[in-house]
């Protein structure tokens, strides 16, 4: 893990819908909502989703 306090990188994340594994970055951007991004090769060439917390 690396980066801020609040961003993790180096990671791997699933895809099962492709059935594939790609590079992953999570970043906390507030208490509700964490930023995923999933990238092949470097962060620029990939794609994110938000991930809301629901109360």
């Not at 791997?12 to 906390?28: D, F, H, N, Q």
């Not at 507030?30 to 995923?36: P, Q, V, Y």
Request: glycine letters at 14%; hydrophobic letters at 30%; aromatic letters at 10%.
């Amino acid at each position: 893990m690396g980066g801020g306090s609040d961003t993790w990188q180096n990671g791997t994340i699933y895809a099962p819908r492709e059935g594939k594994m790609y590079s992953c970055k999570m970043t906390l951007k507030d208490s509700a909502h964490l930023n995923i991004r999933g990238y092949v090769g470097v962060s620029l060439f990939g794609q994110t989703e938000v991930w809301t917390k629901e109360n």
